[in-house]
């Protein structure tokens, strides 16, 4: 009996002809038969007019082409290279590919007519110096000057000249995983002092790979090898030569930044007779990866992923709002640690925060709490979640201290530093942590990426008086004296977290309480406004801006990167002190740290101070 069966992948076959035939379904659920012959293969990589193919390359694998030219190696007969035509004035050549039919190349692409706004688009002339916002075409391509030029700014290499129709630009859905090189396309050659291709076997060589410009890269897994055989070159959009770097010899990983304009690298390495296209040997063609980071990390195989944002319809639900991992011993402290990600909005980015137990009861610091100390962004695949490099999150406070404020000739010393948090004098009497609601008993076993939609825990701690300053030197106050009990609740929910703190003070002092305090990563916190729309871009100055007496929120941006991210938070208790609250962002250079806090205020014994913060990331 035939019956058909759905799977989630194609079946490999040893030889596909052009009447092979798949079946498949339509959107109405009825059958339909395609040709496989027409399912169109993978990307090869950019290929210049001197680009040398695979030996025995996969029927309907392609190139994307660099242009217009002729390309010597890509036959469309048994003598015949590959042409892609010149341009004809005022059109473009738009996507040049060229597809292996099985014994030979077929090119692909289309000229379109320019767009035209008041004759401005010429063509560019070599030497030549244009003013800002002159359109150019050169080699095929639109540029666009986003200043005046100088005669030696040349369209594709200098930065001035924006590219305003991407011929090279690929159109696919999906995304690379963490390592952006395909060793299945790596072939046996070299790249030259001068970015040309060669062919020698006892060499390995990548296809151009697409890259960022002025961004942190990190080749790994090639093992020792000699300087004068490895070579990492740089190309622009066109894929003209930038520049090339030597491997390092002494190290099995070479970190590097790409130069200005370069949109592509290009990777060979060699170390002693056919390392390269043997498919007995794989000492460096299967073990290579090259990952957008400054640092290396455990291989990991090539693979691609559809991010879920640009999938409509149920599939993306398959992602949970929070992801929980959790390390007995993985806190700075060497004590417990979760890593909570939390996602912004509907898209595959998570944060993800370090929740973790430290410990250090030294007098001067008595610390032994749970607490937020830092958070990354991460890019999740539907298996692995990928740090981007990004933090999120810098270390220091996230949470709530006070400041116990001398009272001159009633208190006889000045203290030394704020209490609670990051800044100790804080022990917690019991901690209690739930994934939806249901408490985690077990803090001896590990466990990774436990999908939830809510994670929180409940601390009741002691806070105890800070040192006191005498004769210019801190001393811890004999006994540790507590001042205050406090019960912290944080939970984390999508996009982010919210925490609740009440104090019950067991001392009469002076203080002010900065009760809403988050280190906002730069990555999401460029510029922003608060809620009577005063705007601030926040460069690093070390300045204090956005200060109000009365307002509770932060709105930040970074239209760069493209993340957003808001705070608010608000004076419960005492309720009438809510309004007299002010509130600031220290522009530091990591974070724009966000502040708000009470007046000085004389506290009894008895008294209760309550207070909630909301912090929520998005995208732009």
């Given amino acids: 009996m035939n019956e058909n069966i759905s799977m989630p992948e194609i079946p490999a076959a040893s030889n596909i002809s052009g009447q092979s035939k798949i079946l498949g379904l339509n959107d109405d659920g009825s059958t339909v038969l395609f040709e496989a012959i027409n399912l169109r293969g993978d990307s090869l990589g950019l290929a210049t007019t001197t680009v040398i193919p695979p030996i025995t390359p996969l029927i309907n694998q392609f190139y994307e082409l660099s242009g217009s030219g002729t390309y010597a190696n890509l036959l469309t007969a048994p003598t015949t290279p590959l042409v892609i035509p010149a341009p004809a004035a005022g059109t473009a050549i738009m996507q ?9 190349w077929i090119a692909d692409f289309k000229a379109v007519v320019l767009p035209i706004v008041n004759n401005k688009i010429l063509t560019y002339v070599t030497g030549t110096a244009y003013s800002l916002g002159a359109q150019v075409i050169s080699n095929g391509v639109v540029y666009e000057a986003t200043n005046d030029t100088l005669t030696t700014d040349v369209p594709g290499i200098s930065s001035v000249w924006k590219m305003k129709l991407d011929y090279l630009q690929k159109s696919t859905v999906t995304t690379p995983g963490k390592n952006l090189l ?45 300087n004068s055989r490895s070579r990492i070159a740089f190309f622009t959009i066109g894929g003209v030569y930038i520049s090339s770097i030597l491997g390092n010899s002494t190290s099995a990983a070479v970190a590097f930044t790409t130069p200005a304009t370069a949109a592509y690298v290009g990777i060979s390495l060699a170390s002693g007779t ?47 709002d929070i992801y929980v991992s959790f ?17 912004r909005g509907k898209s595959n980015h998570y944060v993800g925060y370090l929740l973790g137990h430290l410990y250090d ?48 000739g009633i208190d006889p010393y000045a203290k030394d530093d704020f209490t609670g948090g990051y800044h100790g004098d804080e022990v917690a009497q019991s901690v209690q942590l739930f994934i939806n609601n249901i408490p985690v008993t077990d803090l001896a ?36 004296p507590v001042q205050a009990n406090h019960l912290k609740r ?49 460069t690093g100055s070390n300045s204090h801006f956005l200060q109000n007496v009365g307002t509770r929120d932060i709105h930040y941006y970074n239209t760069v990167k493209g993340f957003t991210s808001e705070i608010s938070s608000t004076l419960l208790l005492p309720s009438n002190q809510d309004a007299a609250c002010s509130l600031f962002v220290w522009d530091r250079t990591n974070d724009s740290k966000y502040y708000r806090q009470t007046p000085t205020l004389i506290v009894a014994v008895g008294d209760i101070w309550k207070s909630e913060m909301v912090v929520k990331h998005g995208v732009a």
């Avoid at 062919?199 to 000699?226: F, M, N, Q, W």
């Avoid at 610390?367 to 830092?374: A, I, N, P, S």
């Avoid at 009741?460 to 004999?478: L, Q």
Wanted: charge should be negative; hydrophobic fraction near 35%.
């Fill in 96 to 104: 040049p590919r060229a597809y292996f039919n099985g014994t030979y």
């Fill in 361 to 408: 009861m030294a007098d001067l610091i008595y610390m032994d709490l749970w607490r937020v100390y830092g958070g990354s962004e991460y890019v999740f695949n539907g298996a692995t979640m990928t740090p981007t490099g990004d933090l999120v999150v810098i270390a220091g406070e996230n949470e709530c201290v006070y400041n116990q404020v001398q009272r001159v």
């Fill in 274 to 320: 056919n390392i390269g296209v043997d498919p007995t040997n794989s000492a460096y063609k299967n073990t290579m990866m090259l990952r957008l980071a400054a640092t290396s990390s455990d291989y990991e195989g090539y693979g691609r992923f559809v991010p879920v944002e640009r999938i409509s319809g149920s599939i993306a639900k398959d992602y949970s």
């Fill in 445 to 480: 076993t590990p466990f990774t990426l436990r999908p939830c939609e809510l994670f929180y825990y409940l601390q009741a701690s002691t806070m105890h008086e800070c040192a006191n300053v005498i004769s210019g030197t801190p001393t811890y106050v004999p006994g540790h």
């Fill in 327 to 343: 390390n007995p011993v993985g806190s700075t402290s060497g004590k417990e640690l979760f890593t909570v990600y939390c996602r």
């Fill in 490 to 538: 944080t939970e984390f929910r999508s996009g982010g977290y919210k925490t609740t703190n009440t104090l019950t003070f067991q001392q009469a002092f002076q203080l002010y309480w900065l009760h809403g305090i988050f280190c906002m990563g730069k990555m999401q916190a460029t510029n922003g406004y608060d809620e009577l729309y005063n705007t601030a871009a926040f």
């Fill in 182 to 226: 395909d060793n299945s396309l790596v072939v046996a050659g070299s790249y030259s002092t001068v970015g040309v291709p060669g062919s020698a076997v006892s060499d390995i060589r990548t296809p151009l790979i697409k890259v960022s410009e002025l961004t942190d890269y990190t080749l790994s897994g090639i093992g020792s090898i000699s």
